[in-house]
């Protein structure tokens, strides 16, 4: 069948019971979603890590719990849960990767407000079994009268893993950046270093961590209230820093992502501020491995950017954006290393709910082993479940992976009056909604039968969305109309 098309979104709700197995749309717990992460391992397993409250407007009595999917995210099973106890009372900004061999590690802060002053420890597990069990590795910051925020880690080799994170300073109160290394899975951890800083500034914020080519570790972090954000790399696996690179004209209080691939020598910086808050976000590139840095505002208004620099050197960036009525999530790409991006596409859209907690600072971006980008988000437009969107690279023209075969088949793609839609044989009832590319809905509908059509005679000629709510998932295909 020529130009059939497999492109779809697969969604799923935070509905697992806090302990066993569950999958499907039935919300089993009224706790909220607030911060997560996401990794694919080398048996294809999907992991994903969420922080929850059960209140509607703050943190506190929060978890993080791991979901484990071993069917490309078509069902979760809960694997770990991290409690409130009488001392933690948050266990907060969970983040989770993964070593070359396989081993998974999970980083968060552990936090105790019953203190005169509120005490952040980091603590880190480790599952050497994809996944399946948990067990406390060590604890990279385990001070009991301090207070770290933040945390960002990356893994390599056997078991060599690399923190960054804030730090409040005890004689002055400000917050400073701080690495640590591990060289034995997380067993034992260096005592923190500060990374370099600007003498006239006591405020960081938002440190990132990650790798580029030649083994070149790169952390990017902002300023509380400067217009600045600062960049500094080491050779060495962070035994030595660069001098800091000052990267100016941003907004202040900028959390960061340093986008980057361990084969390239181009990079970029993600910059916006925390907490859902709607801000411009700025990328900044260097094609010379940090050396010198190009930065642009990229999108006007919105919040929790995530980038991808896949193996073509070409940067997939997303990010939500929440209007007086609607939750968005848009997609650009660069394929000229950050010079220029493409429009924006807008996968998801939903009516905004009124949520009062707006907290947070990321979610998670994997160019998975079946070519898809698989995003997992906290929806803002449907009381904070957390959800996994997939969808193809740049929106492109289909894939083929068995990993797919029991997708919608979409066709004739381009589309004149009518699209044919048919469901997995296991599927029969399904919902649709087309789409714009800004987000707007042009039409909607539902069907009882595993195959049928949508009449799009009336629908103007352009490129649009293709929104399929089948059971557990929603399916989404760009298409154009002639």
């Not at 990356?154 to 950046?177: H, P, Q």
């Not at 087309?434 to 539902?446: E, F, V, Y």
Request: some cysteine.
């Amino acid at each position: 069948m020529k130009n059939l098309q497999r492109v779809f979104v697969l969604l799923f709700l935070y509905s697992f019971p806090l302990y066993g197995q569950s999958s499907g749309v039935i919300r089993l717990t009224e706790r909220r979603a607030i911060e997560l992460d996401a990794v694919q391992t080398k048996k294809n397993t999907f992991l994903a890590t969420v922080m929850t409250t059960g209140l509607e407007t703050a943190p506190i009595d929060s978890e993080t719990l791991i979901f484990r999917s071993s069917d490309m995210g078509k069902s979760w099973n809960t694997v770990f849960v991290l409690s409130a106890t009488s001392k933690f009372e948050q266990n907060a900004d969970p983040v989770i990767t993964m070593d070359s061999i396989g081993n998974i590690y999970l980083v968060l802060m552990r936090i105790d407000r019953k203190t005169s002053i509120p005490n952040a420890q980091l603590w880190c597990y480790k599952s050497t079994d994809d996944g399946l069990t948990w067990n406390l590795a060590g604890k990279p910051f385990s001070d009991e009268t301090g207070f770290t925020d933040y945390p960002q880690i990356y893994a390599e080799g056997n078991g060599r893993l690399f923190i960054s994170y804030m730090m409040r300073d005890k004689t002055t109160s400000s917050f400073l950046i701080n690495f640590s290394k591990s060289d034995d899975g997380g067993g034992s951890w260096t005592a923190p270093e500060l990374l370099p800083s600007v003498s006239n500034s006591k405020w960081y914020v938002g440190a990132d961590i990650s790798q580029s080519a030649d083994n070149t570790l790169h952390i990017a972090y902002g300023e509380y209230s400067g217009s600045f954000i600062y960049h500094t790399f080491s050779n060495d696996n962070g035994q030595t820093w660069s001098d800091l690179h000052t990267i100016k004209g941003l907004g202040s209080f900028l959390i960061n992502k340093v986008v980057s691939n361990k084969d390239l020598n181009h990079l970029g910086i993600l910059s916006h501020e925390p907490h859902n808050v709607q801000t411009p976000v700025y990328f900044s590139s260097s094609n010379d491995n940090g050396n010198t840095w190009n930065t642009k505002k990229v999108i006007n208004s919105a919040a929790y950017a995530e980038g991808v620099l896949d193996d073509k050197g070409i940067y997939h960036l997303i990010y939500n954006q929440i209007d007086s009525s609607n939750f968005n999530l848009g997609y650009i790409f660069s394929e000229d290393k950050g010079q220029t991006f493409s429009k924006p596409i807008i996968l998801y859209s939903i009516p905004k709910s009124n949520i009062k907690y707006s907290s947070g600072e990321y979610q998670s971006l994997i160019l998975a082993s079946d070519g898809m980008f698989h995003l997992t988000f906290v929806d803002y437009g449907d009381t904070l479940k957390a959800k996994q969107i997939i969808f193809p690279p740049k929106m492109g023209s289909g894939v083929s992976s068995p990993a797919l075969s029991t997708l919608p088949l979409i066709y004739p793609l381009p589309a004149n009056d009518v699209l044919h839609i048919k469901l997995d044989e296991t599927e029969n009832l399904c919902s649709y909604q087309i789409l714009d590319m800004t987000g707007k809905t042009i039409a909607a509908g539902h069907s009882s039968s595993g195959a049928f059509t949508v009449n799009i005679a009336h629908i103007p000629t352009g490129t649009f969305i293709l929104n399929l709510n089948i059971n557990n998932r929603i399916v989404v295909n760009k298409f154009i109309k002639n």
